[in-house]
């Protein structure tokens, strides 16, 4: 059975943070807000809870999981910290951005999948500090959801796949950005960005100068080895079919039929005129509400249409947040 808590993130109850907290300290699972995502949480110092964590989402062995710290000193505790960032990490957390270092022996390789590399982040939301500072542990969490399906933004996504997976549930509404952090590799000269995410490559450039941007990112290759999550298989994916588009008025009169259509306010008009089933997923404006809309519209239409026909942006800002996680769920582009 799973036990299921509702808690207002701005009176946060004390008495639940605590049951979860203790049962992270006997290797039960819980599932938790953050600011991006819901994760599934265990402690990430113990094999035997990590691997419950496997378990529940039929999550791929080889795909690393992300470390969730309360405070930037505790950093140093799991990983090799090159102490001439520390000023410049300081300035992005806490946050939606996760950092690739070299682990020490005390996280276990079942966490990192065999790698010497671990991905370590302090998360925004208040319950899931709570949480991380009531258990006194770092907590490995990836997204609350079974594997390759959309992420989980909502109590329902989460409940709709992992109710009897886990232990606990510790809801509290709807999240704030909507897709997963940003992670950057640093354990090379220059800093290479494996997950684009709400931190934009053009504020990470700003804090450390140059930067790489992987072709895998773009969707042009595929990444060889994880060593952070999102890098390898496909992700995001309802089971309806995910088709990126560009344009209304290029070739999309035989999706019609049994399709709904994601677009920008700018095309409703166009859209009203063809006679598309249609929603505005975000204005032309504020492409942060296209992130919040995202993994919540993939899951509101999945299994009720044939096709979901989701417009392009350009990737740029957030835009390659989007498109990153558009590109790993579609079926096909047009």
């Known amino acids: 059975m799973t036990k299921i808590f509702n808690i207002d993130t701005f009176n946060i109850d004390l008495k639940i943070i605590n049951e979860a907290a203790e049962a992270l300290k006997n290797d039960e699972t819980v599932i938790f807000p953050t600011e991006t995502v819901y994760g599934l949480g265990a402690n990430g110092l113990s094999v035997n809870a990590v691997e419950k964590i496997y378990q529940a989402k039929g999550r791929p062995s080889d795909n690393p999981l992300i470390l969730h710290i309360a405070k930037l000193e505790d950093i140093l505790k799991y990983t090799y910290f090159p102490y001439e960032l520390f000023e410049k990490v300081e300035s992005l957390v806490p946050g939606p951005i996760t950092f690739v270092l070299k682990k020490k022996k005390v996280v276990p390789d079942i966490v990192t999948a065999g790698r010497d590399t671990v991905a370590i982040r302090i998360p925004a939301h208040p319950v899931a500090n709570k949480i991380i ?77 140059d930067i790489k941007i992987p072709d895998f990112v773009y969707g042009k290759t595929d990444a060889d080895i994880a060593i952070a999550p999102g890098m390898k298989y496909r992700h995001y994916a ?69 096709n979901i026909m989701v417009q392009s942006i350009e990737d740029k800002g957030i835009g390659i947040a989007i498109m990153n996680r558009l590109r790993k769920a579609a079926n096909k582009k047009i």
């Open 133 to 209: 500072e009531f258990s006194d542990l770092p907590i490995a969490a990836p997204s609350a959801n079974l594997s390759g399906k959309p992420s989980p933004t909502y109590p329902d996504h989460v409940i709709e796949d992992m109710d009897g997976r886990v232990d606990y549930i510790i809801s509290s509404g709807k999240l704030e950005f909507g897709i997963e952090s940003t992670i950057i590799n640093l354990t090379e000269k220059i800093p290479t960005l494996l997950r684009p995410g709400p931190i934009s490559p053009e504020k990470i450039k700003e804090i450390f100068g």
């Open 238 to 306: 309802p089971e309806s079919n995910v088709v990126i588009f560009n344009d209304l008025d290029i070739n999309i009169d035989k999706y019609k039929e049994n399709s709904i259509f994601l677009i920008l306010k700018s095309n409703e008009k166009l859209a009203k005129s063809k006679k598309l089933n249609y929603d505005i997923i975000s204005t032309d404006e504020n492409h942060y509400e296209f992130a919040i809309n995202l993994f919540y519209m993939l899951r509101k239409y999945d299994k009720k249409y044939k």
